[in-house]
């Protein structure tokens, strides 16, 4: 009976002795923080694309002369027309743009042979620009941009009414290359649309001829291209 008392001691002192070591060992050892795992933000996908579409106002130099009219000049009528353009960006500061519409314009004698109907046409005017976007004012993105014109008439018509002892039979304006500039402006409503405003100026002057090239002369034409319109960002 002492035998195993003794062994029955024995093993409770064990298992004191044990659970305070392994109390200790766990004191001694780091506490770990638990860790909790956050879903990634989600991103949105960009787009290069964008569209525009405005109403433009064309308004020219009015300027111009027939060679062989001492004192001529010539004035061009101004227009509104729909405009389309459709822009890629290279990145989020570097856009290319390509501007497509089509104007009506009448040209007529000033000066020397003033109030002479001197022929109608309409101008086919692509305008490819490079331009810088500024993208640290938020919703509101200046733009800056410069390019080339090539302008295509068509559908050209001559006067036919004399004045000043000159009547234009036939009216013929050359296909010209221009340069571009511009400037403007979208201010972006949410993610996709906004509102446009932009101008661009083009030193265009195509050379004329009338009259199965009896009469020559150029038509400074330099027009302001004023729009405004909405935007769309794919």
């Known amino acids: 009976m002492k035998y195993r008392a003794c062994m029955w001691s024995a093993l409770a002192v064990a298992a004191v002795l044990g659970g305070a ?17 956050k879903a990634a933000p989600a991103v949105d996908a960009w787009n290069p694309w964008m569209i525009r579409l405005r109403a433009l106002g064309v308004v020219t130099r009015n300027s111009g002369s027939v060679d062989q009219v001492a004192g001529s000049g010539l004035t061009t009528t101004d227009t509104v027309v729909p405009e389309l353009d459709i822009s890629y960006f290279f990145n989020q500061n570097w856009a290319a743009e390509l501007i497509l519409g089509v104007t009506p314009h009448s040209i007529s004698g000033t000066g020397a042979i003033n109030g002479l109907n001197v022929g109608k046409a309409w101008l086919l005017p692509p305008t490819l620009t490079l331009q810088y976007h500024f993208t640290d004012f938020g ?33 013929h304006l050359h296909n010209s290359f221009a340069p571009a500039a511009q400037f403007g402006f979208d201010y972006m409503i949410d993610q996709h649309w906004g509102i446009n405003v932009d101008v661009k100026k083009l030193w ?7 009259n199965n090239g009896a009469l020559t ?18």
């Open 204 to 210: 265009l002057r195509p050379d004329w001829d009338g």
């Open 21 to 37: 070591a392994s109390g200790a060992l766990a004191a001694d050892l780091p506490q770990q923080k638990p860790v909790y795992y």
């Open 217 to 234: 002369g150029k038509v400074n034409l330099d027009p302001w291209l004023i729009g405004t319109g909405i935007t769309y960002k794919f």
């Open 139 to 171: 919703a509101f993105k200046p733009y800056v941009g410069a390019g080339v014109n090539y302008t295509v008439f068509f559908n050209q018509s001559a006067g036919n009414t004399p004045s000043g002892g000159v009547t234009i039979t036939q009216s």
